[in-house]
C-alpha cells in the first residue's frame, strides 16, 4: 500500500520516497516530511518556542507554543494568524476573510484522480492510489479537499485542491493554490527557468533567502520568461547526489510560486493559479477545482530528478497516438519563406525533402485568409487561393504523392483586426468597451471563455482536417494576453475569465485531440513560450524556441531538460547564417543539437550544396536509426554549459548495453590537453566499444575516468559518440 494512515499519521510511499502528514490534537494537518524513507513519524523533529507576535488559536488556550504563524502547515490560508504565503483565501458573503481549516475525514482509494475540465497525470488503477484529506472551515462551511496521487514507481506524488462550498451562502475564492509545501529549514537552494521569446528555460540555482521569492506569469499563459516548474534542492545537491525536490504545474495560463523563509528559517512554497488575475465566485453547492502539480523527490541528485519527470510526463501526461511512438522527422517551411510562397516553393522544398527521406512537410503560417504579412487574415481559417491556386486538398495530395505526409499550422486562439472573423463578430476579441486594446504582433486574442467561438473554431478546424488529409498540426500562440473582458460574462465575473479561457482552450483542445487521434499535435507559442505539463496533455511535442541557433538551443535544452522528456522538444535544423542571431554553425553541429529531440529541418533545402544534403541524407537515417534509443533511453546532463564551456548529454539504454553521447565543444583553444568527458548510467562491470573502435573500456573506466573527446579545430564544433556493449 501507498498510502497508509495510522495514529493520525499519513505516511505515503514511493520506490524511493516518503511524504508525511499528521493530525494535530486540533485537527491541524501538519507537514512532517518529504524526502527518504525513514520508516519512522518524524513529528519529533518539531518543537516551537513561543514566538512573540506569533498568535494562538483561540482554542489552544494558554498554549503559547501553539502558532499558525510557525507550525509547518499543509495547506495555508490567509486570515488565521499565519502570516507567510499562504496558498488559499477567500472572502465569505460578510466581507470577512479568513479560513481556519481543520480535519474533517480522509478516503483512500486505488487509481489516479482525474481533474474536470483540466488536465492531470493519468494511471492505471494498479499504478497509482489516491488520499482524498478533507479540511473544513467550520464558520463557513467551506471544504478544501486535499489530493494526493501516488504513483509509487515513478516516485512521483501529485497534489491538486477541490474547494467545495458546504455552507449556506457564496464564497468567493482569492487564492487557490496547488500546492503548500513545508521544508524544516530554509538552508537550500532552488533552481528555476527563466528567459526570454527565443531564448527560454535558462536555468538559475540561487540560495534562500530570509523573506518571499517568486517565479510567475501574468501573461494568460505559462510565459517564455518563466517556466511554471522549480526545484528545491539542498545546497550540496549535484547532478548524481543529494535530495532535491521537483514541482512542475500542469497549467498553461498565468501563475505563481512563492518560496518564503520565515522569521524562523523554515521554508515554505506554494504555487498555482496567479492569484493577481484570479477570483472566483462559488455558489452554495459549487466545486473549484485547481490546476495539478507534479512532485518529485530524488535522494540522488537532479539527474535522477529530471529522470523521474521525464518518465512521469512521457508515461503518464503526453496521451495519443504519438505518446511513445516515433515521430515523423519534418520539414517545415518557416525560415524558408516566411510569408512568401506558393504551390510551387512549397512542392520544391517537399520534393527535395522527400529525397532526403524527410516524412513530413509542414507548411507554416500564411497559406489562409489575407495573410501576406503578420497584420491580417488570422481567423479566418480558409485557404488563400491566391498562394495555393489548386487549394488545400490539390496541394496535400501532391506531397503525399511524394511519398510524405503533410503538417499544416495554425493559430487558433488569435484575431486580427484585418480579418472576415473580427468584422463578423469583433466582441468575440478580448477588449475592453471604451478602451484601445493592446495589439502585439498586431493582434488581438479571441475569448476562449465562450463557448460560440470554440464551436467556430471547432467546425473550421476539424472540418480542414476531415476535407484533406492532414496528419500533423502546429497550434501556435503569438501574443501575451491583455485586456482581460469578455462580451458574456457579468462585471462581478470579470475576474474568472483568465482561468475560464484557459478551461476553454483544454476543452477545445480536448475535443479536436480526441477526435483526431491519429494527427500529431505540436504546440507552439512563439516557440517555447507555453512549454508546460498542461499542453504536453494534448500535444505531445511542442516547439521548444524560435531560436534555433545550435550554440543557444544547447542552453535552452540543457534548461528544458531539468522536467521534459527529449520527446516533446521540437527541434530543426535551421540555415545559416543563423537567423535570430546570424552566427554560423556547421550542419553537423546543427545536426547533432537538433537530434536531442524531435527532429526535423526548417530551411530551403534546395539551397544547399551536394555535401551538404549528402549529410543531411545521413542525419535522417542516422536519426531514424538511434530515435528509440534517444527516446527510450535514461536522458543525462553531463556538462554544465554555463560553466563547463561544452554542453554535453548522453542517452542510455535500459538495459545498459549502449550509449549515445553527444555535445558541442563550445571554443577552440591551442596547445591544450583533450577534454575529458565523464559518462554515466553504464554498467560498470561491463566492456563497451567507442564508436565501432577496436579498443574497450570498462563501464567504470569510462564513468570514473571519462573519455577523451576528439581535439577541435574552429568554435561550437559537436561531438558523438556511439558506446556500445561488446
Ligand atoms: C511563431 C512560431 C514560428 C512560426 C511563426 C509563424 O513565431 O514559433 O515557428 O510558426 O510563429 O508566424
Known amino acids: 500500500m501507498a498510502i497508509q494512515f495510522e495514529g493520525h499519521i499519513f505516511?505515503?510511499?514511493?520506490?524511493?520516497?516518503?511524504?508525511?502528514?499528521g493530525v494535530d490534537a486540533f485537527g491541524i494537518l501538519h507537514h512532517l516530511w518529504y524526502g527518504e524513507k525513514t520508516d519512522c513519524s518524524m513529528c519529533y523533529l518539531y518543537d516551537y518556542p513561543d514566538v512573540g507576535f506569533s498568535g494562538n488559536p483561540y482554542d489552544a488556550g494558554k498554549l503559547r507554543t501553539y502558532s499558525m504563524d510557525t507550525l509547518p502547515l499543509e495547506y495555508a490560508a490567509v486570515g488565521?494568524?499565519?502570516?507567510?504565503?499562504?496558498?488559499?483565501?477567500?472572502?465569505?458573503a460578510d466581507g470577512s476573510c479568513a479560513l481556519d481549516l481543520r480535519y474533517e475525514s480522509y478516503k483512500i482509494y486505488d487509481g489516479k484522480y482525474a481533474i474536470p475540465g483540466l488536465p492531470a497525470v493519468y494511471a492505471e488503477d494498479a499504478q497509482a492510489q489516491?488520499?482524498?484529506?478533507?479540511?473544513?472551515?467550520?464558520?463557513?462551511?467551506?471544504r478544501v479537499i486535499l489530493r494526493y496521487g501516488v504513483l509509487e514507481a515513478v516516485d512521483v506524488i501529485t497534489r491538486s485542491v477541490v474547494f467545495e462550498n458546504g455552507g449556506s451562502e457564496a464564497v468567493t475564492l482569492k487564492r487557490a493554490h496547488s500546492v503548500c509545501l513545508a521544508l524544516h529549514d530554509g538552508?537550500?537552494?532552488?533552481?528555476?527557468?527563466?528567459g526570454r521569446h527565443t531564448m527560454e528555460r535558462q536555468m538559475e540555482r540561487r540560495a534562500l533567502f530570509h523573506g518571499i521569492q517568486q517565479i510567475e506569469s501574468t501573461r494568460g499563459t505559462s510565459s517564455h520568461q518563466q517556466n511554471p516548474a522549480l526545484i528545491l534542492c539542498e545546497q550540496d545537491c549535484t547532478?548524481?547526489?543529494?535530495?532535491?525536490?521537483?514541482?512542475?504545474?500542469?497549467?498553461s495560463g498565468s501563475f505563481q510560486a512563492q518560496i518564503e523563509v520565515d522569521q524562523l528559517g523554515q521554508a515554505r512554497m506554494v504555487m498555482g493559479i496567479h492569484p493577481e488575475q484570479f477570483s472566483w465566485n462559488l455558489e452554495v453547492g459549487e466545486r473549484f477545482y485547481t490546476p495539478e502539480v507534479i512532485l518529485s523527490c530524488s535522494t540522488q541528485g537532479l539527474g535522477r530528478l529530471s529522470q523521474q519527470f521525464h518518465s512521469v510526463i512521457r508515461n503518464h501526461v503526453c496521451r495519443g497516438d504519438y505518446k511513445l511512438s516515433a515521430r515523423p522527422i519534418l520539414i517545415n517551411n518557416w525560415e524558408a519563406t516566411y510569408f512568401d510562397f506558393n504551390e510551387e516553393k512549397i512542392l520544391s522544398i517537399a520534393k527535395q525533402a522527400s529525397e532526403l527521406d524527410i516524412d513530413l512537410m509542414v507548411l507554416d503560417d500564411g497559406w489562409f485568409g489575407k495573410r501576406d504579412d503578420d497584420c491580417s487574415g488570422l481567423g479566418d481559417w480558409t485557404v488563400n487561393e491566391q498562394k495555393l491556386k489548386g487549394g488545400l486538398g490539390a496541394l496535400v495530395e501532391k506531397i503525399n504523392a511524394l511519398g510524405m505526409r503533410f503538417g499544416l499550422w495554425f493559430e487558433p486562439e488569435m484575431v486580427s483586426e484585418d480579418s472576415d472573423l473580427y468584422r463578423a463578430h469583433p466582441d468575440w476579441a478580448l477588449r475592453i468597451p471604451g478602451r484601445d486594446p493592446v495589439r502585439s504582433r498586431y493582434q488581438l486574442v479571441?475569448?476562449?471563455?465562450?463557448?460560440e467561438v470554440r464551436e467556430y473554431l471547432y467546425e473550421s478546424m476539424s472540418k480542414l482536417l476531415r476535407e484533406n488529409h492532414i496528419e500533423y498540426v502546429k497550434w501556435d500562440m503569438?501574443?501575451?494576453?491583455?485586456?482581460?473582458?469578455?462580451?458574456?460574462?457579468?462585471?462581478?465575473?470579470?475576474?474568472?475569465?483568465?482561468?475560464?479561457?484557459?478551461?476553454?482552450?483544454?476543452?477545445?483542445?480536448?475535443?479536436?485531440?480526441?477526435?483526431?487521434?491519429?494527427?500529431?499535435?505540436?504546440?507552439?507559442?512563439?516557440?517555447?513560450g507555453r512549454f508546460d505539463a498542461g499542453m504536453l496533455y494534448y500535444c505531445p511535442q511542442i516547439w521548444c524556441s524560435d531560436d534555433t541557433d545550435a550554440h543557444e538551443r544547447t542552453f535552452i535544452q540543457y534548461g528544458t531538460s531539468f522536467f521534459y522528456p527529449v520527446s516533446t522538444v521540437g527541434s530543426h535544423v535551421s540555415a545559416v547564417p543563423n537567423h535570430q542571431t546570424g552566427r554560423m554553425t556547421a550542419i553537423g553541429t546543427r545536426g547533432t543539437v537538433a537530434m536531442a529531440g524531435s527532429f526535423g529541418y526548417e530551411l530551403d533545402l534546395n539551397l544547399l550544396s551536394e555535401e551538404e544534403k549528402q549529410t543531411v541524407a545521413e542525419q535522417v537515417k542516422k536519426y531514424r536509426e538511434l530515435q528509440p534509443l534517444i527516446y527510450d533511453g535514461a536522458y543525462f546532463r553531463l556538462s554544465d554549459p554555463y560553466t563547463d564551456g561544452m554542453a554535453a548529454w548522453a542517452f542510455v539504454a535500459e538495459d545498459q548495453s549502449r550509449a549515445l553521447v553527444q555535445g558541442v565543444i563550445y571554443r577552440a583553444a591551442s596547445n591544450t590537453l583533450r577534454r575529458r568527458l565523464r559518462l554515466r548510467g553504464l554498467d560498470a562491470k561491463a566492456h563497451y566499444h567507442i564508436n565501432g573502435g577496436e579498443q574497450t573500456y570498462t563501464g567504470s573506466a569510462l564513468m570514473a575516468g571519462g573519455v577523451l573527446l576528439p581535439k577541435i579545430a574552429g568554435d561550437d564544433v559537436a561531438f558523438e559518440l556511439y558506446i556500445e556493449r561488446v
Do not use: K
Not at 547532478?239 to 497549467?251: K, Q, R
Open 187 to 194: 538552508a537550500w537552494d532552488w533552481m528555476h527557468f527563466h
Open 80 to 92: 488565521n494568524g499565519d502570516y507567510r504565503v499562504a496558498a488559499a483565501a477567500a472572502v465569505h
Open 446 to 451: 479571441l475569448d476562449l471563455s465562450r463557448e
Open 239 to 251: 547532478e548524481t547526489s543529494g535530495l532535491c525536490i521537483g514541482a512542475a504545474l500542469m497549467y
Open 130 to 142: 489516491t488520499l482524498e484529506i478533507c479540511l473544513r472551515d467550520e464558520y463557513s462551511g467551506l
Open 11 to 21: 505516511h505515503l510511499t514511493t520506490a524511493h520516497t516518503l511524504y508525511q502528514m
Open 478 to 528: 503569438n501574443r501575451s494576453i491583455c485586456d482581460w473582458y469578455s462580451a458574456a460574462l457579468a462585471p462581478e465575473r470579470q475576474a474568472e475569465l483568465p482561468h475560464r479561457y484557459v478551461l476553454g482552450l483544454y476543452e477545445l483542445l480536448e475535443r479536436l485531440t480526441g477526435e483526431f487521434p491519429h494527427v500529431l499535435f505540436e504546440g507552439c507559442s512563439g516557440g517555447g
